[in-house]
């Protein structure tokens, strides 16, 4: 496609790095919605029909169903800024011919440093202690005070041993910790440079993993396999002095079994960076247990600058490839190129 002939549309503001990439290819359109307020789907469909759009850059909250891939007759990719695609209507994607491209393995250091971050503030009830200090409580050193839970030498259970998940194993080295993981397949790469790092690591199956692991994190994507993956039954499994932390995907536990598991003491202490609903309403009464034994981050998994600007980079290189005929280089479904 010549330069400047095509259009790009953005559903918000991205880092400028990959707004830089698109401007040498496209006209680009940014919605300037601001941070906290994102586009509803009808707004996308007009901004896209109105442009006839070529390009679209997408986002994790926006839902790119049938109604959005036939907005435009020239739609030709899609391109999210997120390694996750469940908000997009792939079969439609492949149905329509438009290629579908996102953002994977530029996240999953920063994400596992979030995962790490998430279990010493709970374990250590980091939260509890800054608001001990703030609310004037800390008198004076006290033998009872704050006392947590220790995280070296604890088994940490990984729900999906993918690449964010073998990022917060790696990272288990340093705190003495033995690995216990689940995944469709057994991963014997992964599991070969764990060892080369000193961290014994076993495959078993989930039920197994909840049994075992004092520290459970959960790296699944969302499918229609994982929805709803940890309930009620699952939480009775795992030792009741145990730490959840989830980052994958709000929907992969059921919200109302994980209340009643936190209610009844059958878990201990829980970390999300997602949740479901998400947002989480601060009226939420998931909050009740906040922050003493959970606490919640606002999706923030992927949220470094530097890591920000690339997937900025990747999403807007996939849809350049895709104006240039070529594969996407990040391609989550790759119709042939029109006219190719
Ligand atoms: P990935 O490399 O594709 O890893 C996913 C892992 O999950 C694979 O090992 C896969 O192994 C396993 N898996 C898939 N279905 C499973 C099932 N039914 N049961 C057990 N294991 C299953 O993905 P990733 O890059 O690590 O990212 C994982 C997810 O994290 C993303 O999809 C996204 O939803 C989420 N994420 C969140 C944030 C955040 O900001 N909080 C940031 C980045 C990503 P098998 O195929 O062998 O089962």
């Known amino acids: 496609m010549p330069k400047n002939e095509a259009v790009v549309y953005i559903t918000r503001k991205i880092p400028d790095p990959g707004i830089e990439i698109l401007e040498s290819v496209a006209d680009v359109y940014v919605n300037d919605c601001g941070p906290q307020n994102p586009p509803s789907k009808t707004e996308i469909i007009e901004d896209v029909t109105e442009l006839e759009a070529d390009g679209l850059l997408c986002m994790l909250p926006d839902e790119i169903d049938r109604d959005v891939l036939t907005a435009s007759p020239d739609l030709e990719v899609v391109s999210t800024l997120s390694v996750g695609f469940d908000h997009i209507d792939l079969e439609a994607a492949n149905d329509y011919g438009i290629a579908v491209g996102h953002t994977p393995g530029v996240l999953s250091e920063t994400c596992a440093d979030l ?15 800054y608001r001990f200090v703030t609310d004037g409580e800390w008198k004076t050193w006290a033998p009872e005070a ?75 994507p969302l499918t229609d396999e994982t929805e709803g993956l940890l309930g009620r039954r699952e939480f009775q499994q795992m030792d009741d002095d145990a730490l959840l932390v989830n980052t994958s995907r709000g929907e992969v536990i059921q919200t109302d079994a994980l209340y009643e598991a936190l209610a009844a003491d059958e878990i201990s202490r829980v970390c999300l960076d997602v949740t479901d609903p998400e947002p989480l309403p601060p009226t939420h009464r998931l909050l009740e247990f906040a922050p003493d034994r959970l606490i919640v981050t606002p999706h923030i998994g992927s949220s470094s600058v530097p890591t920000r600007n690339k997937m900025a980079e990747m999403a807007a290189e996939n849809i350049v490839a895709r104006f240039r005929d070529e594969q996407l280089p990040n391609a989550v479904v790759s119709p042939p190129n029109p006219g190719v």
């Open 115 to 129: 995962v790490w971050a998430l279990v010493l503030a709970t374990a250590r009830r980091i939260v509890e202690g």
């Open 146 to 220: 704050i006392v947590g839970q220790d995280v070296y030498g604890s088994t940490l259970g990984i729900i999906g041993l993918g690449k964010i998940g073998t990022a917060v194993a790696k990272r288990g080295a340093g705190f003495d910790i033995d690995v216990c993981y689940t995944a469709r397949s057994r991963k014997p790469e992964r599991e070969a440079e764990l060892e080369e790092l000193g961290v014994e690591v076993t495959h078993v199956s989930l039920d197994e993993l909840l049994r075992r692991s004092d520290l459970v994190s959960v790296n699944v």
